[in-house]
């Protein structure tokens, strides 16, 4: 089945400890990205990538970090979480290469306490 | 801030009517998107509408595309319960969410 796989699903941390969020996509996208969303403010793009070794910032890319060595995984990090990265955050791929049709994945909900 | 802002933030309506929601943007666009989210699930698209088309249907869906107005419309008709959910715009320019208009679709 052609889907988009974020892990975990839930996941509470502490401030300050490192954690990364997996995603990966069986469809061979060129183009993925990462958002998160927060009640009252849409979802705002973190990352996205066009292709493998390549990333670019979105809107929000402060705390956060990412990584595209491989087609399939793009993976979320956050090297020190801090309260305010308390969101649900979502990975997305593409077909077409850009922003276009993008496939969504069932989301990750983190709370940083 | 965003390119797409969608209009009305929520709508409520009866099984059976018509539900009409808006979107406005600021500069050309190549293409606007359509997409819906059940209730903390991720989005789903549901229909692209390209610079150089009017309307484009797809199923209980009519998208309507104003490029002089930079507005957008849609249309879903006979609406179910199984419509409610929140529906957001997005360009390709501009790579961006709005936040959204809320539907739902009462029994």
């Known amino acids: 089945e052609a889907q988009v796989t974020q892990n975990p699903r839930y996941l509470i941390t502490v401030t300050g400890k490192k954690l990364t969020v997996t995603c990966s996509q069986n469809m061979n996208h060129e183009y993925m990205s990462w958002y998160r969303q927060d009640p009252g403010l849409g979802l705002r793009q973190i990352y996205y990538s066009m292709n493998v070794e390549v990333t670019d910032k979105g809107d929000v890319p402060e705390g956060y970090k990412v990584s595209r060595k491989e087609k399939r995984n793009f993976p979320l990090i956050l090297e020190s979480p801090s309260p305010n990265q308390t969101s649900l955050y979502f990975c997305?791929?593409?077909?077409?290469?850009?922003?276009?049709?993008?496939?969504f994945g069932s989301g990750t909900q983190l709370s940083v306490l | 801030s965003q390119q797409g802002e969608e209009d009305p933030q929520a709508l409520s309506i009866q099984e059976g009517e018509n539900a009409t929601m808006n979107c406005s943007y600021k500069t050309s666009i190549n293409n606007l998107q359509w997409y819906r989210q059940n209730s903390g699930r991720g989005l789903v698209h549901l229909i692209l509408?390209?610079?150089?088309?009017r309307e484009k249907h797809s199923g209980r869906l009519r998208v309507t595309l104003d490029t002089s107005k930079k507005s957008s419309s849609l249309l879903i008709t006979a609406s179910r319960a199984a419509d409610t959910a929140s529906y957001f715009c997005?360009?390709?320019?501009?790579?961006?969410f709005g936040a959204g208009t809320r539907l739902t679709v009462k029994p």
């Open positions: 509408i390209r610079s150089n088309e």
């Open positions: 997305a791929s593409s077909p077409s290469g850009t922003f276009e049709k993008l496939f």
């Open positions: 997005a360009t390709e320019d501009d790579m961006r």
